[in-house]
């Protein structure tokens, strides 16, 4: 069993580029999320959904984009990268109530 | 709002040392809480969890208790090892229509020396 899968492991991107960073879940969940780690900041949630065709802010949204059009699958777009996107992404599902979060095993993102 | 609170590290322990991570939190009704373990590299993992009062979650030695008087839950562990060096982030799960947000603690990062 796979879990959630993030991919690339690591990306080096200058100001402006853009780029998708991907996320697959195998385990059917209802809810994905999309989480930036920064040193001194702890998990901050960036966009969330609760289905396929439903996506919502969480508390970091500006600059990033998301889609949801699988149950599996919830892409991360990065629309014109900013040295302040530096950061690790985390992805990460659960099955809804009381269940636990399930996280990828982050993407670290340089831009310069 | 809902919060997390837990202790800042870094926690330096020696081998076998008992040890404390405290956490405590803020919300409305019962949320569910869990304890995640985050190696270097990785990704978080569970640890542990509790889903009402006065359960305890348990996991590989560690242990935490739901204590809704004190609102907290509390990470311990008897004997720690050199591989628990990792960081720990307590982490609660909204009750009621709000159960899809997840707030999390600044973690606590430990260091267990032979």
């Keep these: ?112 | 709002g809902d919060s997390v609170t837990q202790m800042e590290g870094p926690v330096t322990l020696s081998e076998e040392a008992f040890l404390t991570i405290n956490c405590t939190y803020t919300a409305t009704g019962y949320p569910s809480l869990f304890w995640y373990v985050q190696y270097p590299g990785e990704g978080l993992q569970l640890l542990l969890k509790a889903t009402k009062a006065d359960d305890k979650g348990s996991n590989k030695g560690f242990e935490a208790t739901y204590r809704k008087e004190t609102t907290s839950f509390h990470l311990e562990k008897g004997s720690v090892q050199v591989s628990d060096s990792a960081v720990y982030f307590c982490a609660l799960s909204a009750a009621g229509y709000n159960f899809n947000k997840f707030y999390f603690g600044s973690g606590t990062k430990l260091n267990v020396k032979p």
């Design chain 1, 1 to 112: 069993n796979a879990g959630v899968t993030q991919t690339p492991k690591f990306q080096v991107l200058k100001t402006g580029q853009s780029m998708t960073l991907q996320c697959a879940q195998d385990m059917n969940h209802e809810y994905m999320s999309w989480y930036r780690q920064d040193p001194g900041m702890g998990l901050r949630l960036i966009h969330y959904s609760v289905g396929a065709g439903i996506t919502d802010q969480g508390e970091v949204p500006n600059g990033y984009n998301v889609s949801r059009s699988t149950t599996e699958d919830f892409p991360l777009r990065l629309l014109s990268a900013a040295p302040s996107q530096t950061s690790v992404y985390f992805c990460a599902s659960r099955q809804g109530g009381n269940s636990p979060l399930h996280f990828g095993n982050g993407t670290r993102l340089t831009v310069t």
